[in-house]
């Protein structure tokens, strides 16, 4: 696990608490294709769930050029991304991961959003959903120059 996930929950085992962990450890990494391939060709993200900036009609990215169009217009933006996770509950084939993420931006910005991800997986281990409840503006709040 890269340094720039900081896991501080159980790590007891679960298919959809690993394919959360190995979404992240993508993420930090910028390894894009590789992120990609974690996912079932029908899934959706919704991050944040509901309407904000990054999804303005609120309804989510969906299938394999959508996720790939969500990492495009909003993961690649960032210069740095760290993911605080405090504590992850599974049931059934879902994990609840609760924490932040810290965005570094290129002009040397930070922001945090708090939250709780939820990643959902198929039988084959694929996330079919991820769902990140956090509050857009209460996360601009936090944005500042270090």
Same mark, same amino acid.
């Given at each position: 696990?890269?340094?720039?996930?900081?896991?501080?929950?159980?790590?007891?085992?679960?298919?959809?608490?690993?394919?959360?962990?190995? /979404?992240?450890? #993508?993420?930090?990494?910028? &390894?894009?294709?590789?992120?990609? &391939?974690?996912? &079932?060709?029908?899934?959706?993200?919704?991050?944040?769930?509901?309407?904000?900036?990054?999804?303005?009609?609120?309804?989510?990215?969906?299938?394999?050029?959508?996720?790939?169009?969500?990492?495009? /217009?909003?993961?690649?933006?960032?210069?740095?991304?760290?993911?605080?996770?405090?504590? /992850?509950?599974?049931?059934?084939?879902?994990? &609840?991961?609760?924490?932040?993420?810290?965005?570094?931006?290129?002009?040397?910005?930070?922001?945090? #959003?708090?939250?709780?991800?939820?990643?959902?997986?198929?039988?084959?281990?694929?996330?079919?959903?991820?769902?990140?409840?956090?509050?857009?503006?209460?996360?601009?709040?936090?944005?500042?120059?270090?």
């Amino acid at each position: 696990m890269h340094a720039d996930v900081v896991w501080k929950a159980t790590t007891a085992e679960h298919p959809a608490r690993r394919a959360a962990r190995a /979404s992240m450890d #993508a993420v930090v990494r910028g &390894a894009k294709q590789e992120w990609l &391939a974690l996912f &079932a060709p029908d899934a959706v993200i919704q991050d944040p769930v509901g309407e904000s900036p990054l999804d303005p009609t609120g309804l989510g990215h969906h299938g394999r050029e959508g996720i790939e169009a969500f990492w495009d /217009s909003v993961i690649s933006t960032a210069e740095r991304l760290v993911f605080h996770v405090l504590d /992850s509950f599974a049931a059934g084939d879902e994990v &609840a991961n609760t924490g932040f993420i810290r965005t570094h931006l290129p002009d040397g910005s930070v922001m945090d #959003a708090e939250g709780v991800f939820v990643y959902r997986v198929d039988d084959q281990g694929r996330l079919v959903s991820m769902r990140a409840f956090w509050e857009f503006d209460r996360a601009m709040t936090t944005l500042h120059k270090p």
